[in-house]
Each structure stands twice: as C-alpha cells, then as structure tokens.
C-alpha cells in the first residue's frame, strides 16, 4: 500500500502537467478558431469538444509524448526547453493535419489557425513554466539568501549523504543528481531528481544555472575520475569532490567536507583494505621509533602508528622546526600517546642508542634518507653517509637493543642501481640482510616507487611552476614513473612489517607507471589551464642519474605472493655479511677522509651492479602482481 502511495505521489505532478498541456492545446484551437470565425457576420457555433478536437488532443499529446516533453522539470525550464515546445508544436501540427485530413479532408479547419498554432501553443505552454520557474527562484532565493548552487555527479550513497550534508551547512542549495544508471533515471532522492547522465553535466548545469560541481564518486577508480573531470572541465562550472572513505576513516578529512579535486584522484587507484587487525595486534600498546620523523614518509608512519595504537614513539629528526611540527601535531591529535622527541642525526651512534633507550621499542622505522637523486650524484659523501652508513648505524644498534622488528624504507631506484641514490640505498638492503643472521630481530626492507606530494618530489615542483605561469619542466616526453599516496605507502609498510618473517625484501604493488608528461598535462588542467596554450612543457632532458623507466624486481631475484595482495616477497641474492662489515669499514675511512675517488670504488665494490645509466647495456625487467600482465622495457 506505502509502495503504491509513493508511486503515486511521484506520478501526480507529471499527470498534472499533461493535463495542463492538453488543456493548452484545447485553448489554442478553439481560441484561434474563435477568432477567426468571429470576425465573420454570421459567426458558426463552435462546439466545445467534438471529434476535430479529440483528433488535435490526441495527436498533439502523442507527438509532446514522443518528443520528451513531459521528461522535463518547470523548475528547471529554460530557452532550451522553449524550443522543445517550438519543435513539439510543429511536429504536432503536421500529426493534427494528417489526422484532419483523412478524417473531414480539413473540411471548416481555418488555414490560418493552422499557420498561428505553433507560434500560439509554444506561448501557452511555454509561459507557465518560465513564471514557474521564477516563482521559484524567488521563493528559494528569499529562504536560502547566498546559498550556492550545487549539482551533483553520482545519485549513490555518497551524493544522498552529501544532500543532507549540504542542506544542514545551509550555504549550499543542491538542485539535482546526474547518474549513469539507467534505474535512476526520472527518479529522486532527497527530493532531488535525477536530471540525466554525466556526459550532460554541462548542458544540465546551464540550464540548472549551478553554480558547483561536486562528484560524489568516493569509490571510482582513477579512470573515471579522469573521465568526470574532463567533462566538469568542459562546463566551465567550478567543481569539487567529496572525501574518499579512506580518507575519513585515517582522519584526513571530515563527512561531508568538499574538497579540490588533487592529483591523487586522478592517478591514484583505489586501495585495497588492509588487514587492520594484524596492524594494531602487531602495535597496539606497542613502543615504536621511526627515524627521519619530520619527513614526508617518517611523519605520516607516525601518524598511522599513533592512530593504530602505538602507546610511546620516539622521533628521531635532524630538522629542528620538522622535528618541532610533528610532535606538536601528535601531541595535539594523539594526547594519549607519549611523544619523545630526539633531536640529531641517526647515523650517529650515540644518538640513535640513546633513542633505543629512552623508549625500548618493539618496533623501528627507518625513513631517514637523502632521496634526491640529481643533487646525490654530486654529493657522494654524503649519500653514503646519510643513506648507507647511517642505515647500518641504527639497523645493528636495533639488533643489540633487541627491537623485535627492523624496517627500511626503500625504493625501487635501488633495483639495477644507475645512481648514487640507488646504489647507497641498496647497500643498505645489503646491510640490513647481513644483519639478520643472527639475534632474533626481524629485518624488513620496504621498497616503492615515487610518492605523491612528498617533499622535493615532482608534484610541489610542478605545482609551483604552474603557479608561476610556466614553463612546466618535463625530463623526457617518454620518462615514467611510479607513484604512490602517502598515506596509502606507509599503510603498506605498517602491513608489510606486520608479516612475521625474519627476513624480507618486500615491494608495493604501485600500479602501472605514469608518463610524467602526462602528470604535467594532468596538473596543468586542474590549475583551470590548458598545456601548450596556457602554460608549456618544457623538455629539458634526463639529469644525471636519471633513467626512463624504473622497475621494482631485480632480474635474478625470485618472488612470491604474500597473503596481501597489494605486497610481493622477493627472495634475495646471497650477502655475505663478512664483506658487508668490511665494506662498511672502507666507507667509513673514505667518508673520514673525504677521500672522493677511494669511496666511490668502495661503493662499486659493495654493490656490483652499480653501473650509471650512460653504462648500461641490458633492459631492466618489471614483475608483475597478481592479476597483472608481465612487461618488458
């Protein structure tokens, strides 16, 4: 009984506007053929209803039937529904011509009420609706003064939620839904109708006269999300998003907040849930030590630790105001959790031992590294002091101090190493492997590739110079990369170190490489520009220590699944830990010494397959996930 109420409650103001349109048309004919009958002496008697009339009724009522014009919403009536009813009026005129005529061959149909009809009927049809519309908007307007209009693409859970998101700020006045789903068509929800699908975002949006976009798609994935913003592009109609759902439950952002369409929404791929209870069973009530924690992966693994129950972190930074930033921000956020902060460098011993003591933690996080691989190649001391030395450093002290769990951060550019961040890196895996052979903690390397908006990386750079008007500064037109959120990494990490494996060499499923060109482009168009027109891309050539394309897997290292999909096992090559600790001590001396030359061919001796880019010769092999298909570069 509720059903048939409600579908007769959404089908009564399309009857009522049927019946008002017939009603027109029945006045426009008799109307017209009023006046043209009593212009004459001896006006005819006109019959108020007769056969001719149910013959205009019906065939008028068919065509506006055909041509959609019941489809439409007075609230939203505009010049383009005008000609809806010009072109209806018209076709109808040839339907009542053809029905007269082989009813009474057009016998007392006045020719010149034929030629007026359509110009008359659109008139009476029209009208109705634009004062309606006006009405309207004047009644709106006075009950939501300055509210901003809103059109939202996606009638799901996410749009109906942010309806009631909308109408409770009160500073936003939603108008209706597009949707692609065939089942919402000419429904409602909230009250709102499903005006269409989202390929007519900006035909809907002019004839709506909205104000904002806002995709309310949480869940696509980053090739429909490219495809919406294209299309909310073409409107020329600002346009924001709602929070994916990840991002609300990891306190990013809030329900019902809309935010700027990022960069992340449009390469990023959504992630797989990962399994929160062994993350927390592995750091609930845990003390924890991440090490580079003001930077952009050593602060968000705080975050996340805090947030998954650690009870005691030490972070450990060399920057004073980063240091200053993220203990202020857990204090704030986590008042809970006790914050050490230890402020030095980690590639000192006593630093680091004296950290390891203040918090004995369970578990150690090592993301203190130089990462920019340019600046490195002319900084050779100093990546082998920071990024090596310093990894061994704070990797044997975490053995001595019983940690249960050792992880590094790596990255792919440690695979086939071309530069001197690859290679220091790698040596550092090395390092971390011969460390495991004895005493119980657990040795974990982490690799992945480029992470999205980290600091100094790619996505800052481009930003700014987009902000300055060009040029954008591309390496290569083919160079890619891999990429990864922040948040979506370092959860990934936590998972990966929750593996209880005494030793691993773990790599993240980063999806399929980005052509940086098309970043660039990418960027360039949510900035409201055009590239080549607006702003340039500039190819500037690969820089020292750059390749085109980086892998993840080394081409003599086995791997396998783990029980996430999102995290692959490779199986080592054999380290030696004899020529690890001695190749640590020659770097040592060189480092001492400043001795350039003798520590480069100590690094080229520690890691073999150290060649620079300009000196390889064989391809480098990406393996693929599960699920994936295998290429080749």
């Not at 002496?41 to 108020?48: K, R």
């Not at 039937?65 to 010049?79: I, K, P, Q």
């Not at 006075?142 to 009631?164: C, K, M, P, S, Y």
């Not at 630093?351 to 900084?379: M, R, S, T």
Request: glycine share 8%; charged share 20%; with cysteine.
């Amino acid at each position: 009984m509720s059903a048939w109420k409600d579908r007769l409650k959404h089908r009564l103001p399309r009857m009522a506007v049927i019946v008002h349109d017939l009603a027109m048309v029945w006045v426009c004919w008799q109307g017209l053929h009023y006046l043209r009958y009593a212009l004459q002496p001896t006006p005819q008697p006109l019959a108020p209803f007769s056969s001719t009339v149910l013959i205009v009724l019906v065939a008028q009522g068919l065509v506006s039937w055909r041509v959609g014009l019941y489809r439409g919403l007075w609230r939203f009536a505009s010049v383009p529904d005008l000609f809806n009813i010009f072109k209806a009026s018209l076709f109808g005129l040839l339907a009542v011509v053809v029905g007269l005529f082989f009813y009474s061959r057009l016998d007392l149909v006045s020719r010149a009420a034929l030629l007026l009809y359509p110009f008359v009927l659109t008139v009476l049809l029209g009208a109705p609706r634009l004062i309606f519309r006006a009405w309207k908007d004047h009644s709106q307007q006075q009950a939501r003064d300055g509210a901003e209009r809103v059109l939202i693409l996606g009638a799901g859970q996410a749009g109906e939620a942010l309806v009631r998101d909308l109408r409770r700020l009160g500073s936003y006045d939603p108008i209706g839904f597009l949707d692609d789903a065939v089942s919402l068509r000419g429904t409602r929800l909230q009250g709102l109708p499903v005006l269409g699908k989202i390929p007519d975002v900006a035909r809907v949006a002019r004839e709506t006269g909205a104000q904002l976009l806002v995709i309310a798609m949480p869940s696509v994935d980053a090739v429909v999300m490219r495809r919406v913003i294209g299309l909310c592009e073409e409107s020329a109609v600002p346009f924001r998003t709602v929070p994916r759902l990840a991002d609300i439950l990891e306190g990013r952002s809030l329900p019902g907040q809309l935010k700027e369409v990022a960069i992340e929404d449009l390469l990023g791929r959504q992630p797989r849930a990962p399994d929160w209870k062994a993350i927390r069973g592995w750091l609930g009530g845990r003390s924890v030590l991440v090490t580079g924690a003001g930077g952009s992966i050593g602060s968000e693994l705080c975050r996340q630790c805090a947030r998954h129950g650690a009870s005691r972190i030490a972070l450990v930074e060399i920057d004073e105001l980063a240091l200053l930033t993220i203990e202020a921000e857990l204090r704030r956020d986590f008042p809970g959790i006790l914050c050490v902060p230890v402020l030095g460098d980690c590639g000192d011993p006593a630093v680091i031992a004296h950290a390891l003591k203040l918090v004995e933690p369970e578990a150690v996080f090592h993301a203190a590294a130089y990462k920019q691989v340019p600046l490195l190649q002319g900084q050779l001391r100093e990546a082998v002091r920071n990024n090596a030395l310093a990894t061994y450093t704070v990797a044997k002290a975490s053995r001595e101090a019983d940690v249960g769990t050792f992880v590094l951060v790596s990255t792919d550019k440690a695979v086939d190493p071309v530069n001197v961040l690859g290679a220091t890196k790698r040596f550092a895996e090395m390092a971390c492997q011969a460390l495991a052979v004895a005493r119980t903690t657990r040795m974990v390397t982490v690799r992945f590739g480029n992470v999205l908006d980290s600091a100094g990386s790619v996505v800052p750079l481009f930003r700014e110079q987009i902000r300055r008007g060009g040029p954008v500064t591309v390496t290569h037109p083919d160079v890619t990369r891999y990429f990864m959120t922040i948040p979506e990494a370092c959860l990934l990490i936590l998972q990966a170190g929750s593996i209880g494996v005494q030793q691993a060499v773990y790599t993240l499923d980063m999806g399929e490489p980005v052509a940086i060109r098309v970043l660039a482009e990418q960027m360039i168009r949510l900035a409201g520009k055009q590239p080549g027109k607006d702003v340039v891309i500039d190819y500037i050539g690969l820089r020292p220590g750059e390749r085109l394309h980086e892998t993840l897997f080394h081409m003599d290292e086995r791997y396998s699944s783990t029980i996430y999909p999102s995290i692959l096992q490779a199986m080592p090559r054999a380290v030696a830990a004899e020529r690890v600790d001695a190749s640590v001590e020659a770097m040592r001396a060189s480092v001492q010494a400043y001795d350039l030359e003798t520590l480069e061919a100590a690094l080229r001796e520690a890691v073999p397959e150290f060649a620079p880019a300009e000196e390889r010769a064989r391809p480098a092999t990406v393996v693929v996930f599960p699920g994936r298909r295998a290429r080749q570069h």
